[in-house]
């Protein structure tokens, strides 16, 4: 720690709460060097200031000066609670956690007990192996859910397994109206070779006041296939920060589409890593916004190694003064030959004080490559309400069907019936309200 | 049914129309032919009430009301349909969703009851299979990814399903192969009877071997410069608008 150089108000805040932190995780002692390691590239980074490359698009500022305690992680959450958000068909297989930290007795195994196995990181190769990725972590945020993180928690899926259910994760948070907390989940994933997966994260509050800060990690062995859906349904006055990051082996296909309600501030980090041959990687998302909600995407994915495929497409309906960024690189490397890259981003904006910002960007250095990227910025298209007014639909109920639509081509890319037809009554509902 | 008298029409302040009247009753096909340019689309684009066009002068009335005056979602409602020629892909809204939403705000407005969701798949069913359009369609999204004749055959099924008093074709055979072709004409003559009309705008004659039309019109710059009946679409096969344009 450097104490020499005077820290900014709101980085020594951040620093004060993590001695509180330290002392009240004591029992967990084991991630200390992980804590400290973390907190150490936090100071080193410090929080982003405007023209920050990670936060061009990002205002930060609030959310930094707030007075965060730490979040009670030994809370309670009534069982109703928490089965009011399991969606159907994950009933015996969620993992639950509350305030950031894994709740066993909130979640329920039975049904992928055979292949699925959960533990606290225990190997010191592990801690060692997170420790040494935080060498290469810019996103400060990030580096703070490291230094926060009360526990890590590893999912393993043994090798050939196929998990016939999907599983549920939900990310529950007490929150406090009164007074702002915080908290951060960590989460590690280790796919075994040729194992198959689907899982469906959702984040929600029990009431608004807080800051979730979340990282996780996928390694995908060879030959594996993830399908992960993403729900983003925090109520308004929270901040929800998340960084995905997917390590990709020979053949692997990992495909995720997130959803996002919006918030305060929303932010979610993918970072992607295709490091054999073959490997295929989908991330689409979609939010629609209203009031002052926000969400933020920033993306890079990494073709490290030939024949890999990646495909990005980003929808957000955005209306009153809601503000949608994405910040998105596709790098293709030295070697990466015949990799198949396209990026898509498409914004329908429904008010004069709506805001989005796009950087859509590729870097390649292979020279035999298909790599594509556009991004738009529109409203309604006039042809598409000519057409379904000429058949009778009226001007109002044409913009509504238009909106819902642009919307749900990506909500329509779920395979769950259970999480599209939640969104269909949450996220689409929006745009019922909201007068569009 | 359709009274048209010396129409004008502009767009973006360039007159295109330039003089139409035009008289079209219950149970009559009119084939509007003409050269590229001749303002065949822009006749179809005014009466289905797209915005970017304007009438400058002359009037257009059907069933007695001023059409002018209507919008685009009275006039379907008012029994007009228009066939695009080149219809508008529409992502995220279902085909078979969509066309229901049409059919009720036909039927509502009409002081009908909404249709039965089980007894609209029936006669959508019925409908497809009459165009021979795979199942598949009703799960796709309106015209999404569809090829251009997918896109056509759905502009048909559209009419089957409005039931439309007047319909103006803009087109429809252009992306056609010669069967699909058939199959869109055999629908549509399954659909006429001596209660609705039909206007088909078409560059070539080749549709109006399966369509017979009562009367053919040629446009030319704007204005009808030739009407006669389906033997003046022979001679236009034969002889070239050349024929047509030179001599007036």
């Known amino acids: ?436 | 049914m359709l009274e048209i008298k010396d129409l004008h029409v502009g767009v973006e302040g360039n007159e295109i129309i330039k003089g139409i009247s035009l008289s079209i009753n219950k149970g009559e096909i009119h084939a509007i032919m003409g050269p590229n340019g001749s303002g065949k689309s822009t006749l179809a684009k005014i009466l289905s009430g797209h915005p970017a066009y304007e009438a400058t002068a002359g009037n257009i009335t059907f069933e007695g009301k001023d059409l002018l005056e209507m919008d685009a979602e009275d006039r379907s409602i008012a029994g007009i349909f228009m066939g695009f020629q080149y219809p508008v892909e529409v992502p995220g809204v279902n085909n078979a969703e969509f066309l229901r939403m049409a059919h009720n705000a036909r039927r509502v407005n009409a002081g009908e009851e909404e249709i039965d969701p089980l007894d609209f798949d029936e006669l959508l069913s019925e409908k497809m299979k009459m165009l021979g359009m795979e199942k598949k369609y009703k799960e796709r999204n309106l015209n999404d990814g569809f090829s251009g004749g997918e896109k056509k055959k759905n502009e048909i099924l559209q009419m089957a399903i409005l039931e439309p008093k007047l319909s103006i074709l803009d087109e429809t055979d252009s992306g056609l192969d010669i069967d699909a072709l058939r199959i869109v004409a055999e629908g549509v003559n399954k659909f006429r009877s001596e209660n609705n009309a039909l206007i088909l705008i078409t560059h070539y004659q080749r549709l109006l071997d399966y369509i017979k039309p009562d009367f053919v019109h040629v446009l030319s710059k704007g204005k009808i410069i030739k009407s006669g009946d389906k033997a003046l679409a022979l001679e236009l096969e034969s002889q070239g608008y050349d024929w047509v344009t030179s001599s007036n």
């Open chain 1, 1 to 436: 720690m450097s104490d020499t150089l005077a820290e900014p108000a709101e980085e020594m805040a951040f620093l004060d709460l993590h001695k509180k932190f330290i002392e009240a995780n004591k029992p967990n002692s084991a991630l200390l060097p992980l804590h400290e390691a973390a907190l150490g590239r936090f100071e080193t980074l410090g929080f982003p200031h405007s023209k920050h490359e990670m936060y061009t698009f990002v205002n930060t500022k609030k959310l930094v000066a707030a007075p965060f305690a730490i979040s009670n992680t030994s809370t309670s959450i009534p069982e109703d609670v928490i089965e009011s958000h399991i969606f159907s068909g994950c009933e015996n297989s969620c993992l639950v956690f509350a305030n950031g930290v894994y709740n066993p007795s909130l979640s329920k195994l039975q049904a992928i007990e055979s292949s699925v196995k959960i533990s606290s990181m225990s190997e010191k190769d592990d801690l060692d192996q997170v420790i040494a990725s935080l060498e290469n972590e810019n996103d400060v945020f990030a580096c703070l859910a490291n230094a926060f993180c009360a526990d890590t928690m590893v999912v393993e899926i043994s090798d050939k397994a196929k998990v016939s259910v999907p599983i549920q994760v939900l990310f529950i948070s007490t929150g406090d109206v009164s007074a702002p907390v915080m908290h951060s989940s960590r989460l590690i994933w280790k796919v075994g070779k040729l194992a198959e997966l689907k899982v469906i994260e959702k984040y929600v509050g029990v009431q608004a006041g807080y800051f979730n800060n979340a990282v996780q990690d996928w390694m995908i062995s060879e030959g594996a296939g993830v399908v992960l859906t993403q729900v983003q349904a925090d109520p308004f006055d929270a901040w929800n920060f998340s960084k995905t990051r997917v390590y990709q082996k020979r053949n692997s296909r990992f495909h995720s589409t997130n959803s996002s309600a919006g918030s305060a501030l929303v932010r979610h980090h993918f970072e992607a890593r295709l490091e054999e041959e073959g490997a295929e990687l989908i991330l689409n998302g979609v939010s629609v916004l209203g009031g002052k909600e926000q969400v933020h995407n920033f993306v890079r994915i990494h073709h490290e190694a030939p024949q890999c495929v990646s495909h990005q497409h980003f929808k957000n309906v955005i209306n009153d003064e809601g503000r949608s960024s994405f910040d998105g690189t596709v790098i293709v490397n030295q070697g990466a030959q015949l990799t198949n890259s396209n990026q898509l981003i498409n914004n329908l904006m429904l008010s004069n004080s709506c805001h989005a910002d796009n950087k859509p960007n590729l870097m390649i250095f292979a020279d035999d490559v298909k790599c594509t990227h556009g991004a738009t910025i529109g409203q309604i298209d006039d042809e598409q309400m000519f057409y379904l007014q000429t058949r009778g639909l009226s001007e109002k109920f044409a913009k509504e069907l238009l909106t819902r639509g642009f919307a749900e081509s990506i909500i329509q890319t779920i395979e769950f019936p259970e999480v599209v037809n939640e969104l269909s009554n949450t996220l689409l509902k929006k745009l019922e309200a909201s007068n569009v």
